[in-house]
């Protein structure tokens, strides 16, 4: 088992930033590959980001491309979500995921999922 525990949601106006962290605990954490997912009112959950299990590979939606950066740092078992230009669109419940590859993340396989983080983003 993975436990996966977010933070740093809140509420920003538009064009501001955030970081969101994830801290992981269970397992090795560079055993995994990690992401973030998003879920808005009335909406399915989405892919927001993701990156490999040493970090050298990431992903990203077209939505936060330019604007979000996923990062991860092994020894400290977190990854991040750095987020600029914020948009009132990107409000939403913010969950980390851990998983084989990203693109099992949520798909295939086990996916270990945190609670989430409310992020609200205001105009």
């Known amino acids: 088992q993975v436990q996966l525990v977010e933070s740093g949601g809140g509420l920003v106006q538009a064009g501001g930033s955030l970081r969101l962290s994830c801290a992981a605990s269970?397992?090795?954490?560079?055993?995994?590959?990690m992401a973030w997912f998003r879920q808005a009112p009335g909406k399915e959950r989405e892919f927001v980001a993701g990156?490999?299990?040493?970090?050298?590979?990431?992903s990203y939606a077209d939505s936060v491309k330019g604007r979000f950066t996923i990062s991860r740092d092994n020894a400290e078992n977190t990854v991040y979500l750095q987020m600029s230009s914020l948009k009132p669109e990107d409000t939403a419940v913010y969950y980390c995921?851990?998983?084989?590859?990203?693109?099992?993340?949520?798909?295939?396989?086990?996916?270990?999922w945190g609670k989430g983080t409310l992020v609200t983003v205001s105009s």
């Open positions: 269970g397992r090795t954490f560079s055993n995994y590959a």
């Open positions: 995921a851990a998983g084989s590859t990203i693109a099992t993340i949520g798909a295939a396989g086990t996916t270990y």
């Open positions: 990156i490999s299990r040493s970090g050298g590979i990431t």
